[in-house]
């Protein structure tokens, strides 16, 4: 499985964090890790990304691809996700809670549950508007 690409993420503390960039649909094993979904999409200099949701996970082969919000990012058209592999729990929580402090991903407004997209809990997005 090759990445489509390396990103760094810098969180509310400052850190950064780096990432690699694969096909939404790519199959994993299982691993614990921090994930970004995105929306990539061409520019004149090749392609860049809108992040949509951060999350963790204790077991990357089943989470994000059978995700609760898994409609959120259909509905955005998200197609990519962002992987940095984690094996401590609490690392992983930490770091995702330091993403969310600095990004404010659609897909994350709404603690309670699934989007209903759009909505003021998961805003209307490019590429169907901002």
Known sequence: MASLAAATFTGQSGEAYEFLAYDRDTEFKSAGAVYVVAIRYP????????????????????????HCRTACFERIGANSLFVRLEGNPARRQAIAQD??????????????????YPSTDCPLVWPLGL
Not at 99 to 116: A, F, M, V, W
């Open 99 to 116: 993403l969310l402090g600095r990004y404010d991903p659609p897909c994350n407004s709404d603690q309670d549950g699934i989007c209903e």
């Open 43 to 66: 520019v004149q200099d090749g392609y860049t990304y809108r992040n949509v949701y951060v999350g963790e996970t204790r077991d990357l082969a089943d989470s994000p691809l059978t």
